[in-house]
């Protein structure tokens, strides 16, 4: 497979599971606003610390504002992470492999070009018709997911295709909870109270984990949230699945197996990812520092991205453009197109 194809396969995953998990982190306030107590502000600035936004953000606009922030994440082509801007990156994407992808695969990702492309945001009038536009979001994106898995052969497109998605999303599921982390910041004398157990209930209905995380465990507490998103091998949008799920396919798509051992960087900077995820206990995040623990973890994500791209994109690198996510641990490269 062509160097570029291979890049255009993975950017096109993770541009959409990036799409899914911006229209989830503006759930993560929509959640909030319904459950906080009326002398409590709603917080919208620490969605975008938490994706590290807040800079370029703060170049375009005064103050975080409900508006200014949805507005920023979801329709601002002026930033590179915004929901038009990722959508269409992953469309540009798709539109130069199509011989490569499934017609259905097109199709899907065509028309939910178009129909945000032709969404205004003065056409939101109240919080419930917000609410369902990111939801639709949502839905889209798991039907092109589901598509692609529905469609195509498991060859390496496919385990490109997932190395990207799953990548994408272990870094995003991070930043969830990250989002705790900022929002509690500047009160610390929330720790433990039902404010807090608000927030971290919000986490887990923005990432549709409320109701999986209620059937392993009784109580909602924060040690066994934390260890539910971060370290639990069984739920798709975790931390360790995720790892689990880019490494069979990074090894896969050079024939070979974890257990057989790494053949190149890439496969051993993502091993030791997923190694060190699998031998740790959540009492071991918490002394570290859970804001710690997940910085850390998003360098060591980015260097993993590094290197796959050193490993099979690198080639036609000087072909290609890079941009940056705007992320606190460093820089991925992708195909920006002006």
Known sequence: MLSRVANSIYWM???MERVENYARFVGVNFNLALDLPPDVDE?????????ADHFLFHKYYDKPTKEDVIHFMTF???????????????????????????????????????????????????????????????????LFHGVVDASITRNEAWHFGRLGRHIERADKCSRFLDVKYFTLLQDTGTSGSTLDLMMWTAVLKSVSAYNMYRQTHRALTPMNIVAFLI????????????????????????????????????????????????????EDVFKIGLHKYLDRFQTNNNEVDSAIFDLYFGLESEKSQTQSMGQTSGHIRSQWMN
Not at 240 to 251: N, T
């Open 13 to 15: 995953n993770r541009y």
């Open 43 to 51: 917080q919208w600035e620490p969605l975008l610390i938490a994706t």
């Open 231 to 282: 370290l639990d091998k069984l739920f798709p949008r975790s931390i360790a699945y995720s790892v689990r799920q880019a490494e069979l396919s990074l090894y896969a798509i050079a024939g070979s197996i974890p257990e057989r051992g790494h053949t190149n960087a890439a496969e051993r900077a993502l091993s030791k990812m997923r190694s060190e995820l699998e031998f740790t206990d959540v």
């Open 76 to 142: 601002d082509k002026r930033n590179p992470n915004s929901i038009v801007s990722c959508l269409y990156e992953a469309r540009e994407n798709a539109r130069t492999i199509r011989e490569t992808i499934s017609k259905e695969m097109w199709e899907s990702i065509n028309t939910f070009y178009l129909t945000i492309r032709g969404t205004s945001p003065e056409d939101f009038r109240n919080m419930d018709h917000m609410q369902s536009f990111f939801t639709d979001i949502r839905k889209n994106c798991q």
